[in-house]
């Protein structure tokens, strides 16, 4: 069994990661949250509760567990005391949470900013959830950001007063309502002194618990295919969900990752502007809409539904150097006499099996389908591969044959218990 295991979603995201991250977070004894912030949120099912993350990483349920966030998020730290006072509401203490002294804070300003771009931006709008995101990773690589050191220092009230005279010229330029200086520190100056504790040299805990032997696993949010390098850009997230985040958003190096496994949605949603090949909308993307729920965990947006993608999987298969892959909701896809999955992409009159990198090359990409039988049954009690519907296992076996990776598990329900394992890993 390996030490250390990255957890990602291998699509647009939603793909079922919190539970899937939760299920391995039990036999970890460090969960890292290692990019993107409070845009994500991971909804748990557990016991017959449901509880839904938005920046805390999915082993806070389990004291014995640290859970850290590291310093490749950009973290609201507002919303990150909500989130604890709403689990310590439901009974969990939280005090094994540990918040990277490098990772950049997302302050008032910078939600301000995001939404007046995406206001400017009109019809070509990113689809961003106007949470910040964006301008808080623009200021750390503008080299301008306030760190979470800075934050809970002495020093935080000059810095937040030169840094909030910049940003309110520039809110004022576009349009939006300056902050007030005063009313606006006395606010944060109380959240630092709340999360003040928290926060600590998470690079060097890291480093204490691997040679102490511990098992670490790495939860990354969105999904590869919204990586600002890797993703369809424009239309992407500003972090890297990709395996390669988990490097440099939490500091471990490249030779202790021992396994990396995609987290893979039996058809495909994407949420927001962007190419999607294989959308369709109809009745049946009606059915599997209402079946699985897909609206935005944060937005409550509807989420786009399309066929089952395996060249976007192909690809992300590649890029994150994925070495299992874990299928999620494949019990919503009962009922269906027939499903659709592309293997190939028609693009100005040729076949191509990968993902151009201009996102209006992708968006004239013409899925080519293999159509596959479906089945009726409920697979909701099912309890290992031999229980499955002789086509589900077929659909499950087309996948792999394609991608040329195992399917380790599959989940056939939203509580943890609905989780088979045919493989392990961790």
């Known amino acids: 069994m390996s030490k250390s295991l990255i957890v990602l979603g291998s699509q647009w995201g ?4 919190g539970k899937i991250t939760n299920y391995y977070s039990e036999r970890a004894d460090v969960v890292v949250r290692y990019q993107g912030g409070n845009n994500a949120g991971h909804t ?35 919303s990150v005391i909500t989130e604890i006072n709403s689990l310590k509401e439901l009974g969990f ?43 808080a990773y623009y200021d750390k690589v503008a080299r301008v950001g306030i760190r979470m050191c800075d934050f809970v220092s002495s020093d935080f009230k000059e810095i937040y007063r030169f840094t909030l005279e910049k940003k309110n010229i520039q809110i004022k330029e576009m349009g939006g309502t300056p902050i007030d200086f005063e009313s606006s520190y006395q606010e944060y100056q109380k959240v630092a002194d709340t999360l003040r504790p928290f926060v600590c040299d998470t690079i060097d805990l890291l480093k204490q618990e691997r040679k102490a032997g511990k098992k670490i696993l790495f939860e990354g949010a969105q999904g590869a295919l919204l990586d600002v390098d890797f993703g369809s850009y424009p239309y992407v997230t500003s972090s890297n969900p990709s395996s390669g985040g988990a490097l440099c958003g939490s500091g471990i190096g490249m030779n202790h990752i021992e396994e990396a496994i995609g987290i893979v949605k ?24 209402e079946k699985a729920h897909e609206y935005g965990t944060v937005t409550k947006r509807p989420r786009r539904i399309g066929w089952l993608d395996l060249v976007a999987l192909n690809y992300s298969a590649t890029i994150n150097g994925l070495t299992g892959i874990f299928l999620t909701l494949i019990d919503i896809l009962s009922g269906l006499k027939e499903i659709k999955v592309c293997t190939s992409y028609q693009l100005n009159g040729k076949e191509i099996t990968t993902i151009p990198a201009k996102d209006s090359d992708f968006a004239c990409c013409v899925p080519q389908f293999k159509t596959l039988p479906g089945w009726e049954e409920d697979l909701s009690h099912v309890t290992c591969f031999d229980e499955l519907p002789e086509n589900a296992k077929k659909y499950i076996e087309f996948i792999e044959n394609y991608v040329g990776i195992d399917v380790i598990g599959f989940s056939v329900g939203a509580d943890k218990n609905q989780t088979v394992i045919r493989k392990e890993v961790f």
């Open 44 to 78: 748990i099912v557990f016991n017959h509760q449901t509880y839904k993350l938005r920046s805390i990483p999915s082993g806070v349920f389990n004291p014995k567990i640290k859970n850290i966030l590291g310093h490749g998020m950009v973290i609201n730290p507002k």
């Open 14 to 17: 939603d793909e079922g990661k």
């Open 93 to 135: 203490e939280c005090h094994n949470i540990y918040i990277s002294d490098r990772a950049h804070v997302l302050f008032d300003y910078h939600i301000e900013i995001d939404k007046l771009n995406e206001e400017a931006l009109k019809e070509k709008k990113i689809g961003t959830t106007k949470n910040g995101i964006g301008p």
């Open 266 to 289: 039996a058809y495909t949603t994407r949420v927001g502007s962007g190419a999607f090949p294989t959308e369709f909308e109809d009745e049946t993307s009606h059915y599997i809409r």
